[in-house]
């Protein structure tokens, strides 16, 4: 869904015949807002799929609706914001880019809109990238080796850049953004508080069953208790704020490598850290290591980065190139919402140090060193740091160690990436035509039925995810077992054995693997 925001007072007159002749499909909606203020509060609650009623008109909406756009909309779709320049906020540009990197938004000023010139080249613009949004592999492959220099859609090197910069100089936050009560926003009840910290200290935490806002919320429980266990003063406003931009920070359009994967591999590596390390503060970092270690993810992989020469693969010389991204990104956000943290201090250098080392842990390229660390380690792995790093390397591979009706659901998914990345070859190989046989979001899997019954099974980018059985899904899609019988014997049973060998405290691990392989191979 592509929307126009009118802000402030501006009216559509300026350009409603430029609009109504030449671009008279371009948007899907006009939302009219009183301020900036309520410009982002309306941006966090659509993005975490909070509803509410606002004046929103369209070819299929009415006015005060309540807005029920896909939280994804704003990747897969475009929005253009024109506002008064107000006090601070003469350009709104560098607010959208920083506090919503994902989102495929750009601003201009109610003049800006009065100069003719200025109008067609953005909507001419805008409506070719409209075309590119709806075309997942499209869309992933502009993400991914794009790199126009005043582009307004998202791009990998764009975010990377703009994450570089903003860490070179120390930024205040906008009272816009300050103004927000972020609790509130999300609509946190003790009901809420309560049953989600229940689904989190469990091993079978379910993050499909989740949504946007509990997910969001789940990430601000787990920060802040660890951070009050390891007698860090947060203050819970900004905790949740560096939360709704690490959200924005991931694509939620993509299968796998989304926020949703990020929080469980969160979950999972609090459950670990709090069996095997002591230090509170270890087991901090280690999380919050995990909650940032895929930020900025394209829901591809290294080797197509590097094979078409994606400008982030040849900007770290085609070394783990989305671990540095990740990275990069992520410390970024750390400084500028947690600047004591990763302070310039020799102690904030070695917190920065332990996330960076976790992250980097989490290439594929470097698993049989991690194999052999815990071979070698002769039972113990006393250095926190070692540690840490296996514990988020555990954790990012630990949907195969779920109960099975929960790891079902991530195997569905990461095979459907797998898919896509099949794709993002093909249309790559063919040099990116847009007519290579891939269609829209609900049309590009080579196999039409597939995306119909990913629909059915609720999967994909959808907010909700509908639980469905493993048996479901096997019947629905017959090749999901070979994929995690071959990623199982492959990488994950040898891992977790002798991760479970050094520790013995969670051999649930490679009980689970093993007894979910048994499923798989009986499907296959
Ligand atoms: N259930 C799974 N089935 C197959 N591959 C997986 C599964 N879980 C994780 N992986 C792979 O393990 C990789 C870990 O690093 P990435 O998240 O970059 O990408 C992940 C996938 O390529």
Known sequence: MSSLFLVGGVTLDPF?????????????????????EQLLLHLYRERVGVKYTTSVSGPDTTNNTTNTIKPSSFET????????????????????????????????????????????????????????????IARMSYWMYEEEPFGSLYMMIRH?????????????????????????LLGVT????????????????????????????????????CAVSGKLSVQNNKLLLLLFTLESSYHQANRFHNFRHAVDVMQAAWQLAKRLLTDPLQILLVTLAALGHDVGHPGANNQLLCKYNSPVALHYNQRSVLENLHTDIF???????????????????????????????????????????????????????????????????????????????????????????????????????????????????????KNSLELEHGIGFSDEFQCTSPEQLTDSFPTIPAGQIFFIDTFAEQFFAEFCKAFPKVSFLVENVRSNREFWVSRS
Request: charged fraction near 20%; charge should be negative.
């Open 77 to 136: 779709g475009v929005a253009l914001i024109v506002h008064r320049p107000t006090g601070p906020y003469k350009d709104l540009n560098p607010i959208l880019q920083r506090f919503f990197p994902c989102f495929n938004a750009i601003a201009l000023t109610e003049s800006q809109v009065r100069d003719d010139s200025i109008v067609m080249s953005m909507l001419t613009n805008l409506q070719r990238f409209v075309h590119i949004c709806r075309n997942r």
């Open 160 to 184: 990377l850049r703009f994450a570089q910069q903003l860490n070179q100089q120390a930024t205040t936050i906008p009272r816009a953004i300050r103004s927000i009560d972020f609790a509130s």
């Open 190 to 225: 003790p009901e809420m508080e309560s049953r989600l910290w229940n689904s989190l200290d469990t091993w079978s935490f379910q993050a499909h069953s989740l949504q946007t806002k509990e997910l969001v919320y789940c990430g601000f429980l787990l920060l802040r208790h």
């Open 331 to 449: 410390t970024s956000l750390l400084s500028d919402y947690w600047p004591q943290l990763i302070s310039r201090t020799s102690q904030g250098r070695q917190h920065m140090e332990l996330i960076s080392e976790a992250i980097m842990a989490t290439d594929m390229a470097f698993h049989g060193d991690y194999v052999r660390q815990l071979q070698e380690s002769e039972q113990t792995v006393d250095d926190p740091r070692s540690l840490s790093s296996l514990i988020l390397k555990a954790a990012d591979i630990s949907n195969v160690t779920r109960p099975l009706i929960i790891s079902a659901q991530w195997a569905a998914l990461i095979t459907f990436e797998f898919d896509d990345c099949a794709l993002i070859d093909r249309y790559q190989a063919s040099g990116g035509k847009h007519d290579s046989g891939v269609g829209g979001d609900r049309r590009n899997s080579l196999d039409k039925s």
């Open 16 to 36: 409603q015949d430029v609009i109504d002749t030449r671009f008279p499909n371009l948007f899907d909606r006009v939302v009219v807002l009183d301020d900036i």
